[in-house]
T-cell receptor, first 117, second 111 residues
Framework: GAVVSQHPSWVICKSGTSVKIECRSL??????MFWYRQFPKQSLMLMAT?????????EQGVEKDKFLINHASLTLSTLTVTSAHPEDSSFYIC?????????????FGPGTRLTVT | GQQLNQSPQSMFIQEGEDVSMNCTSS?????WLWYKQEPGEGPVLLIA?????ELTSNGRLTAQFGITRKDSFLNISASIPSDVGIYFC???????????FGQGTRLTINP
């Protein structure tokens, strides 16, 4: 159990366009999901915490109008990169915690490689 | 804010050798998690530790939650080529849901 999927696994888009990334918990309900960004050879950087049915909480320095997060159900959160620029190219990873879990372990998706040309 | 210091940053070992890596912090954590990440993939949870002093194994992997709650180590015995990857420690403080990550240990194995 505790499988998280992401779609797409990779995407190439042109500058100025928007890209939506989906994160799904396949075999459990996830009240809380997280979105991370990872640069080459670096650790994961938390962008935002997404709670089902409420607004996401963004980390300092992350533009909420640029990285739109919607957590519409207990199994799906989406991240939309709006008006993408080449500097937004990165590896985006989501994670999810089981609803009612006392320990808050995070289970990660396989990641989405975004390339903005 | 909380920080985790993970060491070593990289390891180059021969197949069959044992591996040890650790994470330390100045802050107290209630949960320690160890993840492995392979290139182009998301981290996979290897071991979760919930109590100070807890020692947990998962196959050839063994991890311990330090008594002071400020450190944890991960050992891999008899390494094999598929152990190659980046290992991250992560901690959770009381009442928080956000993970604090270590910088990662990159493991390379020579056959």
């Amino acid at each position: 159990g505790a499988v998280v999927s992401q779609h797409p696994s990779w995407v190439i888009c042109k500058s100025g366009t928007s890209v939506k990334i989906e994160c799904r918990s396949l075999d459990f309900q996830a009240t809380t999901m997280f979105w991370y960004r990872q640069f080459p050879k670096q650790s994961l950087m938390l962008m935002a915490t997404s709670n089902e049915g409420s607004k996401a909480t963004y980390e300092q320095g992350v533009e909420k109008d640029k990285f739109l997060i919607n957590h519409a159900s207990l199994t799906l959160s989406t991240l939309t990169v709006t008006s993408a620029h080449p500097e937004d190219s990165s590896f985006y990873i989501c994670s999810a915690t089981r609803t009612n879990s006392p320990h808050y372990e995070q289970y990660f998706g396989p990641g989405t490689r975004l390339t903005v040309t | 804010g909380q920080q985790l210091n993970q060491s070593p940053q990289s390891m180059f070992i021969q197949e069959g050798e044992d591996v040890s890596m650790n994470c330390t912090s100045s802050s107290i954590f209630n949960t320690w998690l160890w993840y492995k990440q392979e290139p182009g993939e998301g981290p996979v949870l290897l071991i979760a530790l919930y109590k100070a002093g807890e020692l947990t194994s998962n196959g050839r992997l063994t991890a311990q939650f330090g008594i002071t709650r400020k450190d944890s180590f991960l050992n891999i015995s008899a390494s094999i080529p598929s152990d190659v990857g980046i290992y991250f420690c992560a901690g959770l403080i009381q009442g928080a849901q956000k993970l604090v990550f270590g910088q990662g240990t990159r493991l390379t194995i020579n056959p």
